[in-house]
């Protein structure tokens, strides 16, 4: 299977199934000297772990990351890195009833006509505990943004119908409540809305919004690899994403030049921006302000109410998910879009250097 690999020079290749041994990544190209043990990676990965509330999947997995290459003594050696997470509390026999059933909203059609097998214990390469290696990659990732003073932060936009507006943001909410919203007055009636729909066996979606602060000016190319192009190819590789959008997105084809414009200014030392329409993007290139893209998250697929479908003998059915399943996928997936950001902006970061040549004299002539 080929597609398991993203980056060029900081380049991330994850492995294993949801029923499997474990899960990981392969993480090659990440510079020497970088200050990264297992309690950093574990941090980020506790933020998508399973069980935090009632609002995600009852799997038990406390995902404890294994260090086993690349790293000595606290710190990065320059070689391949690879992580990984052993499953602990696989349930396949909940499975048993889709072995021959495609589950509406799954990969799993798509997938048996493209391989003609499938996985079927919890969607096995599909499923979203495949993202663990995404997430361990991106503490990898965020560890070297960190040396170059750049921060990226996620969160939840939107819950279902439910969403903050832009002047409503407090920061400090993020982690007071259940959905990593920026505010928890939103969160309180996002918790009703999905408690209703859990009682239903229903599920909902969400936006999620990441910001990364700290970019220079000029990563990116101009034409195929763009900024905005590359997030937008890391985000929708989500299995759960079926959009992204960069500063004002859709919102800009509503939009006059003349307010869709953002003016630039200087203080005679730097250039700024006086709005942030582009969201940090301009022509592929970031453009030194803050990168604004978010997420659209769909409403999780497996839900234990009756669906149509078809199974694999091409006849007409019924099925019922059994299973551990979220009610929504929003809250888990915000560590993840972080995570793919702040991976590509890694990989972005060290292929910009090569871009001038006084910056290759620095390294090589300069003591």
């Not at 997430?135 to 903050?164: C, D, H, M, N, Q």
Request: charged share 25%; glycine share 12%.
């Amino acid at each position: 299977m080929s597609g398991s690999s993203f980056g060029k020079l900081f380049r991330i290749t994850t492995w294993g199934e949801s029923h499997g041994a474990g899960i990981g990544v392969v993480i090659d190209g990440c510079p020497a000297g970088i200050l990264l043990n297992e309690d950093m990676i574990q941090a980020f990965l506790d933020r998508r772990r399973p069980g935090q509330s009632k609002y995600t999947t009852k799997r038990s997995e406390t995902d404890a990351v294994e260090i086993l290459s690349g790293v000595f003594e606290g710190k990065t050696t320059g070689t391949p890195i690879s992580l990984l997470v052993r499953n602990q509390d696989q349930r396949s026999r909940d499975y048993g009833n889709i072995a021959h059933t495609f589950r509406p909203g799954h990969a799993d059609y798509g997938f048996f006509e493209k391989y003609g097998f499938r996985d079927y214990r919890g969607g096995g390469r599909s499923s979203g505990r495949e993202t663990i290696g995404r997430v361990a990659a991106g503490a990898v990732a965020s560890a070297l943004l960190r040396e170059l003073g750049i921060s990226v932060r996620a969160y939840s936009k939107s819950i279902g119908p439910y969403t903050v507006p832009e002047e409503e943001y407090n920061f400090s909410e993020i982690f007071e409540n259940s959905f990593y919203l920026p505010n928890n007055d939103t969160a309180e009636k996002a918790a009703e809305y999905v408690s209703s729909l859990m009682s239903e066996c229903d599920s909902c979606g969400g936006v999620i919004e990441c910001t990364a602060e700290g970019l220079p000016a000029g990563l990116g190319e101009p034409v195929f690899d763009k900024l905005d192009a590359l997030l937008a190819q890391a985000v929708m590789s989500i299995g759960a994403v079926k959009g992204v959008e960069i500063g004002d997105g859709f919102r800009a084809s509503a939009s006059v030049g003349s307010k869709n414009n953002d003016p630039f200014f200087t203080d005679g030392k730097k250039i700024y921006k006086k709005t942030n329409h582009a969201g940090g993007s301009l022509g592929g290139l970031s453009d030194g302000s803050t990168l604004v893209l978010r997420a659209a998250v769909k409403p999780t697929s497996s839900i234990a109410r009756p669906q149509d479908t078809v199974n694999e003998a091409g006849e007409n059915t019924e099925i019922v998910v059994k299973g551990r399943h979220d009610p929504l996928i929003v809250p888990r997936a915000v560590v993840v879009v972080e995570s793919m950001t702040a991976v590509t902006l890694a990989d972005l970061l060290l292929q910009n250097m090569c871009s001038r040549i006084e910056n290759i004299r620095k390294i090589y002539t300069e003591n």
